[in-house]
């Protein structure tokens, strides 16, 4: 998998360059998907520990409730091997 990864500063906030870099050494990466969901899942973690709450706690957080754990996060990732 060869790609651009385009991402607002919600991700980058919370994740540097080598997290990002681990996370896509840890997942399958032939799958884009299981990248971003990776990505996900790590800045998620960050926020929790952050935020001294557990990542199901965040989780259970209605959509547009957890501004106060973390920023919003928008992540585009463009394959170019294909």
């Known amino acids: 998998m060869v790609g651009?990864?385009?991402a607002t500063d919600g991700l980058w906030d919370e994740l540097?360059?080598?997290?990002v870099l681990?996370?896509?050494?840890k997942v399958d990466s032939k799958n884009p998907q299981t990248f971003l969901a990776g990505l996900v899942d790590a800045v998620l973690?960050?926020?929790a520990e952050?935020?001294?709450?557990?990542?199901?706690?965040?989780?259970a957080?209605?959509?547009?409730?957890?501004?106060?754990f973390h920023d919003d996060?928008?992540?585009?990732?463009a394959d170019l091997s294909k």
Do not use: E, F
């Open 22 to 25: 681990n996370v896509y050494r």
């Open 45 to 47: 973690d960050k926020a």
């Open 4 to 6: 651009i990864l385009l």
């Open 61 to 68: 957080k209605p959509l547009g409730h957890r501004r106060s």
């Open 50 to 59: 952050a935020k001294q709450v557990t990542v199901d706690d965040l989780r």
């Open 73 to 77: 996060i928008s992540i585009i990732y």
């Open 16 to 19: 540097k360059r080598d997290d």
